[in-house]
């Protein structure tokens, strides 16, 4: 049992109520679990109320990256919960690789081919994801792929909004509650322009040479050649003043971009979808 250690809403207590009375009513779980906050609470409360008939299952492709991976790994040895790897080929497909609008559909497709396989073969009864309240005024096209393979999504369900997640989080001890959100590496490429392994691996090697002198939280956008730096608007003097910037675009040069630049309006989740 997670203990309560902070006062939460009356609202945010009631549904950390209901959303363990769901969890409690099942005989089993599956979770699509990518290490974020979201689903590691899911994965979390279904841990608590099941024990070993939670599982907790990671797709492994070229678009996670290795330092999320091994977070996730952390996380699920701290929670207790089972913790399953599978590698996914959503890079094999054009409807992925090709990138198009709704690129993220090939992505959930493939993802939850192979936790309903698995979720089957372990005969647990359903899997869940972390798709909150706040995920469903976005254009999340692996939302619908999600739904088609009959993935249930509890927080959206009990109308978790983000904020709610965290305040829950937190007031569980979470040591994750304000870990920043890291969308799969596939989504710093503009629709239209093709995804590969190689490239993937120039955004994962970029954004873990700035975060490695300071920044919390970065996104490089693979434009064409050309590598876009975002990061929050309020550390842009952190990055101005630590970062040498003749080493870094050497190094970005060397890791396969031609040219390197700074996107002044800072980091906005989801701007490519612009």
């Known amino acids: 049992m997670f203990y309560q250690l902070e006062i939460l809403s009356d609202k945010q207590s009631e549904k950390l109520h209901e959303i363990r009375k769901f969890f409690k009513n099942l005989n089993s779980v599956c979770i699509a679990y990518s290490g974020g906050v979201d689903s590691t609470l899911v994965a979390s409360l279904a841990f608590e109320q099941l024990g070993d008939k939670a ?28 913790h399953l790897e599978i590698e996914t080929s959503e890079l094999d497909q054009l409807s992925y690789s090709e990138n198009p609008k709704n690129r993220c559909f090939a992505c959930k497709t493939e993802l939850h081919k192979h ?19 706040d995920d469903l005024g976005d254009y999340r096209p692996g ?16 109308k978790f909004s983000k904020k709610d997640i965290r305040d829950i989080s937190r007031a569980l001890g979470f ?13 710093r490429f503009p629709y239209g322009q093709a995804i590969t392994n190689e490239r993937l691996k120039m955004v994962e090697k970029a954004e873990e040479y700035i975060k490695k002198g300071g920044v919390s939280e970065v996104r490089v956008r693979c434009q064409g050649s050309t590598a ?6 309020d550390e842009l003097k952190i990055f101005f003043k630590k970062y040498d910037f003749h080493k870094l ?3 970005f040069t060397k890791i396969g971009f031609n040219s390197t630049c700074l996107d002044l309006e800072g980091l906005i989740s989801g701007k490519l979808n612009r």
């Open 55 to 82: 599982v907790a299952i990671t797709g492994v492709s070229p678009a996670l990256a290795k330092t999320l991976l091994n977070e996730a790994k952390s996380q699920a040895k701290w929670i207790g919960i089972q």
């Open 115 to 133: 936790t309903q396989y698995l979720s089957k073969k372990l005969k647990y009864k359903i899997v869940c994801d972390g798709v909150n309240l």
């Open 143 to 158: 939302i619908q792929a999600a739904k088609e393979a009959g993935v249930v999504s509890p927080l959206a369900k009990f």
């Open 175 to 187: 040591p994750w509650w304000d870990k920043p959100a890291q969308p799969c590496l596939a989504s």
């Open 228 to 233: 876009r730096i975002e990061i929050p608007k």
């Open 249 to 251: 675009v050497t190094y």
